[in-house]
């Protein structure tokens, strides 16, 4: 195809074809391996017939069936580099497992199992995949440099396919590389001859691109761990045998995932593709050590931590030769924010990034995905995730990245996922994880391996861990409430059942007596059942409350009564026969509960205006509880409080989870968020809810609270503060503030609390208690407002 990047469908005679001025498909052959086939690899050959280099930076070989369907895609081959004048590019793909022949060393690796009889093969100027699946879309594609469909392609250049490729013959060009936009004419059937940058031939070069080359046991094969890695996520090389890959040993990991990291001490030129490659050894723990120089022979596997993370590259089933030790380490890379991209992660119109040549440059994920196994390091970093019980801890390498108030950093929007973030790690089993809190630092150098995971994606393992530095995060205590102040307050005491530990019980009441300063009402969250994860029926909570009530009253607090109302079986979520629900304490002596009985798991409350005021049918009720925007999910409890003369509308919630979106880091861009349209859908319930309420009583008192499990910015809490029934106090605070729980490093805000108009008169504070500490009584902060509901009365 000529360099217009179009197409002539209309035949044209052969005297007319003229050599084309830019790169063009030389010759094609998918019999590779195949019976009856000499070579073992599939190959696509491109050809300059050009006076001048004709660079194929960024370029793709890419490849569609024959007859493609609905459900066909075209697999994607990079390119790096040029192709001189006159000369060829060779690009080998698919291995079978037949033939005695290997192709001369390749320009370009991919491992595209492409048809011998029939196919379609273009030239693209991108990396992105196609989707064009007929003749006439793909002439349209601009970016299509070069076309070639053989055997009885539906995509093809002209009249017809080229003819006459099978097992043991290829489709190729006149040695002019004539190029009339007519793959019938321009192509003829011919014994595979691939020719590579350097000229060579199969057996008159340095032969076998698959890594069996034959060679002396202690001489490095011919595929080096960059071409393993390739320009994109996945390995041109999976599920290909690579013989004596040469590398240091750079880390070993004897714990879980068995295995070790080995890094080429001498680096290609491309900065897309990474130096080092995990080899993972199975059950057989490593016995190998750091500054070993190693061969190693094995398979190449792309492993999938999740069905929607990034895979690790890996070498499995190895096979090593120790050739000496000591030996010096490759220089680590500095991760900081002058190497680390601004922005996160590209996405993909298919869905899935992991065909897209890497912008190492561009963004921060395709930076790490760049040196995927290889050393990295950096120094002073401030921890903003808390160390876990895995032995994980996150930092960040930007420091001046969205810092909150306590040294954490803030996520804020979608597109603000935080690209200093990195999860941390160590190699040392020997020692002790440090018990690091938000704001801390990791002091000195950290280095190691990066590696990826289900859980946070790309992360350090360390072989050298920075010291800790105790910047002495303190817990918070909110100020008490004025004698007409009424104080609300939300905790998630995480599946808190009557068979916990006594110290649990005391560490959450403490929480409640003496963080929280005696709240006048307190919305529970995840309450569970007498018995907790016994799934034998009990769906009460009597027990879990008196004893949790007990210690808050042990640690100072009030005697706190309850209301709640327990539900069916199985049915609300959560830990299986564990019945989580929301349960309302109150202070009767500051507070008193109206109690309109009737309410039950299965019947729905509502709003009646009486001769009285405006009431609920049943307090404690539940909103709609048949409706299926709360299937498997917990209902929300609705209670009726009068304090000092004045009726208040308390509304606890606990919306579904995130279980099941995809993760930021993930192959999928942008990812999808499924488990937000059942939480938007109960936003709107609760949003209906509280419209009837001031329908019937425009100056109503509500205070909505409770886990939405979603972001001040989500489409859910606008959909529950639609036509503005609501306001979501979260954002009332500064912006460095706002946030009631830490996730992979992130500060962000789950737990809300939401007042009607009517209350104009208010003092919120979220009480940094549990989210920033490694020690965490729960994984949610909790947060109170405290209403003046006399000065609310004036306005």
């Not at 890419?62 to 697999?75: H, V």
């Not at 080998?92 to 048809?115: C, F, K, V, W």
Request: proline fraction near 6%; hydrophobic fraction near 35%; charged fraction near 20%.
């Amino acid at each position: 195809m000529g360099a217009a990047g179009a197409f002539a469908f209309t035949a044209l005679p052969a005297a007319s074809a003229t050599p084309s001025a830019s790169a063009v498909i030389a010759e094609v052959y998918g019999g590779g391996g195949n019976s009856g086939a000499t070579l073992t690899r599939d190959f696509v050959e491109l050809g300059n017939a050009g006076s001048t280099a004709y660079d194929l930076s960024g370029y793709s070989v890419q490849y569609l069936p024959g007859t493609p369907s609905s459900g066909s895609t075209w697999q994607v081959t990079a390119l790096t580099g040029a192709i001189a004048p006159g000369a060829r590019y060779l690009v080998g793909e698919g291995t079978g497992s037949g033939g005695t022949t290997a192709l001369p060393t390749t320009d370009a690796t991919g491992s595209i199992a492409m048809s011998a009889t029939s196919g379609t093969i273009a030239l693209v100027s991108g990396a992105t995949a196609l989707t064009c699946k007929t003749a006439a879309d793909c002439a349209a594609d601009p970016s299509i440099v070069d076309l070639t469909g053989y055997g009885t392609a539906v995509v093809r250049e002209g009249s017809g396919p080229a003819a006459g490729a099978s097992n043991t013959a290829a489709v190729a060009r006149a040695d002019s590389l004539a190029d009339t936009d007519d793959n019938a004419a321009d192509f003829t059937s011919a014994t595979p001859s691939p020719v590579n940058s350097a000229g060579q031939t199969p057996g008159s070069g340095d032969g076998g691109g698959d890594g069996g080359d034959g060679g002396s046991p202690t001489d490095p094969g011919t595929v080096r761990v960059h071409d393993i890695q390739g320009t994109t996520r996945l390995s041109p090389y999976a599920g290909q045998t690579v013989t004596r890959v040469p590398g240091i040993v750079t880390g070993v990991r004897a714990s879980g995932s068995l295995g070790y990291w080995i890094q080429d001490p001498t680096p290609d030129a491309d900065p897309r593709t990474s130096e080092a490659v995990f080899v993972y050894t199975g059950s057989a723990k490593p016995t190998v050590a750091v500054g070993d120089s190693v061969l190693v022979t094995g398979k190449v596997s792309e492993y999938y931590p999740s069905s929607t993370s990034q895979s690790n590259t890996e070498i499995t089933g190895p096979t090593t030769t120790v050739l000496s030790s000591g030996n010096a380490l490759p220089d680590a890379v500095t991760l900081d924010a002058t190497s680390v991209p601004d922005a996160y992660i590209p996405t993909a119109s298919g869905g899935s990034i992991e065909s897209l040549a890497l912008q190492p440059t561009v963004y921060a994920q395709d930076f790490y995905e760049s040196l995927e196994g290889m050393r990295v390091t950096f120094a002073d970093a401030r921890v903003v995730g808390a160390s876990d019980a895995y032995g994980e801890l996150w930092v960040t390498v930007k420091p001046d990245e969205n810092a909150t108030a306590r040294g954490g950093t803030l996520y804020s929007s979608y597109d603000q996922p935080n690209t200093g973030r990195i999860e941390v790690m160590s190699l040392d089993t020997t020692s002790t994880f440090p018990a690091a809190n938000v704001g801390d630092e990791l002091s000195g150098v950290t280095t190691g391996p990066l590696d990826y995971s289900t859980y946070g994606g790309y992360n350090v393992q360390a072989t050298q861990l920075g010291t800790l530095v105790d910047n002495g995060l303190k817990q918070e205590v909110t100020r008490r409430q004025k004698g007409d102040e009424l104080a609300v307050a939300t905790y998630n005491v995480e599946n808190l059942d009557a068979l916990d530990t006594q110290e649990k019980f005391d560490r959450l009441a403490e929480g409640v007596a003496v963080n929280l300063n005696s709240p006048d009402i307190v919305a529970l969250e995840e309450i569970q059942d007498d018995n907790g994860a016994t799934n034998d029926g009990t769906v009460t909570a009597e027990g879990t409350l008196k004893r949790f009530t007990d210690a808050v009253r042990a640690a100072g607090g009030p005697a706190y009564k309850w209301r709640y109302i327990s539900p069916t079986n199985n049915q609300d979520g959560g830990e299986p026969g564990g019945n989580i629900r929301q349960v309302f304490l109150f202070n009767p002596k500051r507070v008193s509960f109206t109690d309109h009985p009737g309410g039950d798991a299965t019947t729905a409350t509502s709003v009646v205006k009486t001769r009285k005021g405006v009431e609920l049918t049943y307090s404690p009720g539940r909103i709609d509880p048949a409706n299926a925007a709360w299937e498997d999910s917990r209902k929300p409890l609705v209670g009726e409080f009068t304090f000092q003369g004045e009726q208040v509308f308390v509304i606890a919630n606990h919306f579904i989870s995130k279980g099941g979106d995809q993760p930021i880091h993930g192959r999928y861009q942008p990812p999808a968020r499924s488990s937000e349209t059942q939480r938007a859908a109960q936003a709107a319930e609760v949003n209906t809810f509280v419209k009837s309420l001031l329908a019937a009583d425009k100056n109503a008192k509500a205070v909505v609270l409770g886990d939405l499990n979603d972001y001040e910015f989500s489409q859910t809490v606008t959909t529950l503060t639609a036509d503005k029934v609501l306001k979501p106090l979260i954002t009332t605070l500064p912006a460095a503030e706002r946030y009631t729980y830490v996730y992979d490093g992130n500060s962000q805000t789950l737990d809300h609390i939401l007042t009607s108009p009517a209350v104009t008169s208010f003092n919120y504070d979220v009480v940094h208690i549990n989210a920033e500490f490694a020690d965490q009584a729960s994984d949610h902060d909790p947060q109170i407002v405290r209403i003046d509901l006399a000065k609310c009365r004036r306005h």
